[in-house]
């Protein structure tokens, strides 16, 4: 996860400060052009973290920016799924590990057990809170009020869980999603779907993994589908003595598996790789016979909390990932590698962006959060930046957010529905660690990063930690008074 949202050094283990705002404090002028909602999602415990736990394993707590005529609300809630209403029920923790279901509470057996803490996007008149483990749960999009826990789609959802990281197909507006582990814990198979704007499911192929592994995002181009299944593997041994879900095998291969959108799933072909950790996808799109895939990629484990399975202390250095391109020639019947190159060597970081017009199609520019890779002071912590690649001239621009902050990942919002790629604003959260993280969100001309932001927006408080966010424009929003 993004350091930013850092609880002071001492104090109180819990924040869970729910929040409402009116007309926020703006340092610069809100564009008038930047009408609708950001919407973001992090994990902030409801009770303390059981002792072995991580920090993926925090309750969901929803934000909302909402731009409205130059002016700014700000208004945060937790997701009341099943798993929170138990636990606010009882007065504590009843599903003390991540992933972990032996865990748990006997009093929660058959609840969902999600946290609802990766990723949210809206989905019809609905706010869609993700964690892959299980099914959305959905939320009203104004109010932040859960009004649908586990949400199957009207009993359409083909698969026990849902991905965080769905994509929008560039020509139909359709959604297309993934359910692993869609049989059940530690299974083998995987569920692809579509889903149209109006919520019908039009599509649907099972395939299965080479082994389970955490499976967090995907690549959808128009005419393939792409999964990469790394070594943070289903541990069965772990899971038994109360761990978490997952450690790092470092003796396991990649596989980059490849099937066509629309088929039966059966023409996947997994190809494997060298060990090496990719967990989100830039972009995706298809040129001629090849599948090209832009993810942030490590040589090894990139979490610090996540176990190695062999016992061995984890590298910072071999878990540090850069924007990486991978590809695949399809010409060939049975293509036995895949092509690996990494586009930007100095800047390290994860949770990359793009425009989110361009899930599926060629695209230009990708945006990334990253310390500074030319720091002027070496002997200090670098700053936190924010950078905007053109993958055509392999150029890059830099926001730098100054001294003692942390960036929370970026979104990027399109000055208007046929804006050209790449032209609008691009927004994220500061937190201001000198301030006790007091947060800032940040809005930056997306075209020009470079010349600092052209609003600020002031918040007086700490808000929480932010795994991912979404921009909704104004038109998907329902209309209020
Ligand atoms: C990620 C985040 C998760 C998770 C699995 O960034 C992977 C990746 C916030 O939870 O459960
Ligand atoms: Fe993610």
């Known amino acids: 996860m993004g350091s930013d949202g850092a609880p002071p050094a001492s104090g109180p283990r819990l924040y869970r400060v ?24 992090g994990p902030d415990f409801q009770y303390p973290m059981h002792p072995g736990n991580i920090p993926f394993d925090g309750e969901g707590h929803v934000g909302m920016f909402r731009f409205r005529n130059g002016r700014v609300d700000f208004r945060s809630r937790f997701v009341r799924n099943e798993r929170w209403l138990a636990q606010d029920k009882a007065g504590r923790a009843l599903f003390p590990m991540y992933r972990n279901p032996t865990m748990d509470d006997p009093s929660v057996k058959g609840l969902s057990r999600s946290t609802a803490n990766t990723h949210i996007i809206n989905h019809r008149n609905l706010l869609l809170a993700l964690k892959e483990d299980s099914p959305p749960d959905a939320l009203d999009l104004l109010t932040l009020e859960t009004v649908q826990p586990r949400y199957t789609f009207d009993g359409q959802l083909p698969s026990e869980t849902f991905t965080a990281h769905p994509k929008v197909d560039s020509e139909t507006g359709d959604i297309i999603a993934f359910g692993y582990e869609a049989k059940g814990f530690g299974t083998d198979d995987v569920s692809v779907f579509q889903i149209t704007p109006a919520g019908k499911i039009v599509w649907n192929a099972w395939i299965k993994v080479p082994y389970v592994g955490l499976l967090h995002d995907f690549a959808v181009t128009q005419k393939h589908i792409v999964f990469y299944v790394i070594p943070l593997a289903f541990d069965e041994e772990q899971i038994k003595r109360g761990g978490i879900h997952w450690s790092w095998d470092g003796s396991k291969p990649t596989y980059f598996g490849i099937m066509r959108r629309g088929g039966d799933g059966k023409d996947i072909r997994w190809i494997k790789g060298p060990t090496r950790s990719a967990t989100h996808v830039m972009g995706a799109f298809d040129d001629g016979n090849r599948v090209y895939v832009d993810v942030e990629m490590s040589e090894s484990n990139p979490f610090p909390f996540m176990p190695m399975r062999g016992g061995e202390a984890w590298d910072p250095i071999a878990g540090a990932s850069r924007i990486t391109r991978l590809s695949v020639d ?17 800047h390290l970081g ?50 730098n957010a100054g001294p003692n902050t ?19 604003y691009l927004m994220g959260v500061a937190s201001r660690l000198d301030e006790g993280g007091r947060a800032d ?9 470079d010349e600092g932001p052209i609003a600020t927006v002031k918040l007086p408080i700490r808000i929480a930690g932010q795994i991912h966010g979404w921009w909704v424009p104004e038109e998907q929003l329902p209309t209020e008074a």
């Open 406 to 424: 942390t960036l929370a990942e970026c979104c990027f919002a399109p000055r208007s529905k046929d804006a050209p790629e790449g032209s609008g």
């Open 441 to 449: 969100l940040v809005i930056l001309d997306a075209e020009h990063i």
């Open 18 to 41: 729910e929040a409402d705002l009116r007309d926020c404090e703006v340092e610069g002028k809100i564009p008038t052009d930047l009408n609708g909602a950001f919407y973001r999602v």
């Open 330 to 346: 399809m010409s060939r019947r049975n293509p036995r590698e895949y092509g690996i190159e990494v586009m930007y060597p100095h």
């Open 350 to 399: 994860a949770l990359p962006r793009q425009d989110d017009r361009y899930n599926t199609m060629p695209y230009r520019y990708g945006f990334l959060p990253c310390p500074d890779p030319n720091p002027k002071d070496p002997s200090k912590r670098p700053s936190a930046c924010y950078a905007r690649f053109d993958h055509q001239t392999r150029k890059t621009q830099l926001f």
